[in-house]
């Protein structure tokens, strides 16, 4: 099931080295057979952005939740 051109998704495939079939590179196990694998272009530029998003997340989520506190007490 190929492709003629190369999608983006398809740049991103990468063999296992365990069962020889295809695993994505940011993948830290392969789909198949479960093995180890090592993303090679893994980006820590990426993480650190999703480390932020999720900091982001946490305290919008805290301050939404004090609101929610607050309101409750004052009313
Ligand atoms: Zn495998």
């Known amino acids: 099931m190929k492709k003629k051109s190369a999608t983006a998704y398809e740049k991103h495939i990468i063999k296992c080295p365990a069962c020889g079939k295809d695993a994505l590179d940011h993948m830290t ?3 198949s057979c479960k093995a180890k694998l090592t993303p090679l ?3 820590p530029m ?3 952005v999703t480390r ?3 900091l982001v ?3 919008v989520l805290i301050i939404a939740f004090a ?3 607050i ?3 004052l009313f």
């Open 41 to 43: 272009n893994y980006q």
């Open 52 to 54: 932020k998003i999720r």
């Open 67 to 69: 609101i929610f506190l």
């Open 71 to 73: 309101i409750k007490y």
């Open 57 to 59: 997340l946490t305290v």
């Open 29 to 31: 196990e392969c789909p």
């Open 46 to 48: 990426d993480s650190s």
